[in-house]
């Protein structure tokens, strides 16, 4: 088996050790413009040039799990994609997303900044119970995140193309549904993969029907995100 490394981020060296450590049996090295056909690719954000010379690869597997890059590309006709669902990132997605909610929750900046200038202001948050938390995609990733604030006692309200039951959550789905989350969520947090159905999702139209004060915390793409729809409201004090 031939397999052929080509990632974007400049860090081929410890890709190249670890996949030649786990697949003793297979010839492993780092693409470069006219190298030996491979069979199989293991790939980030590779160019067109790559496919192009590799037309007869049977697997390409996707060192992430957001494939909007692929999505791009003209890919050999009989190759079968394999993304990553979590290995690993779930659970740092929840940490990071717990972290930051609770953070917006308890007034966390403010009160910092009135340490810095040498004073203290102390502030209650509000009863859990009324300040939601949505999350836009539940799939692996979103899922764990949603859930994983629910053991803080937040209400949660998950939103996806398609509608889902998860238990313990507030689940809705479609033009409706997002609406219905974007109403109610004092923190919102994007999960989506991108598509061209969720590009420039964050925009001002939506990001206008948060409650005032809000907190938006995008841990998916930033294609997701139109900057200055966002930095508009933000100067207009929403």
Not at 191 to 200: A, G, K, V, Y
């Amino acid at each position: 088996m031939k397999v052929s490394f080509c990632c974007s981020d400049g860090r081929s060296g410890i890709w190249l050790q670890l996949l030649q450590q786990a697949l003793p049996q297979a010839r492993v090295s780092a693409w470069a413009p006219g190298a030996p056909a491979a069979d199989h690719a293991v790939v980030w954000a590779p160019p067109q040039q790559f496919f192009d010379e590799q037309p007869g690869l049977r697997g390409i597997f996707n060192v992430g799990a957001g494939v909007d890059a692929l999505m791009r590309l003209r890919l050999p006709p009989r190759a079968v994609v394999v993304r990553l669902d979590d290995a690993g990132m779930a659970v740092q997605m929840a940490e990071y997303a717990c972290q930051a909610v609770i953070r917006h929750y308890r007034q966390l900046p403010q009160t910092e900044a009135a340490m810095r200038a040498g004073g203290w202001a102390s502030r209650l948050p509000p009863p859990r119970s009324q300040f939601p938390v949505g999350v836009l995609g539940l799939g692996v990733l979103g899922r764990r995140v949603a859930l994983a604030l629910r053991h803080f006692d937040f209400p949660v309200l998950g939103w996806s193309r398609t509608h889902q039951t998860i238990d313990g959550l507030r689940c809705c789905s479609g033009p409706d549904g997002l609406d219905e989350v974007l109403a109610a969520s004092r923190a919102l947090i994007c999960l989506l993969p991108l598509t061209p159905q969720t590009s420039d999702i964050l925009n001002r139209r939506n990001l206008q029907r948060l409650p005032a004060g809000a907190c938006v915390i995008n841990l998916a793409r930033g294609g997701h995100l139109v900057e200055d729809d966002l930095l508009a409201l933000l100067d207009s004090g929403h």
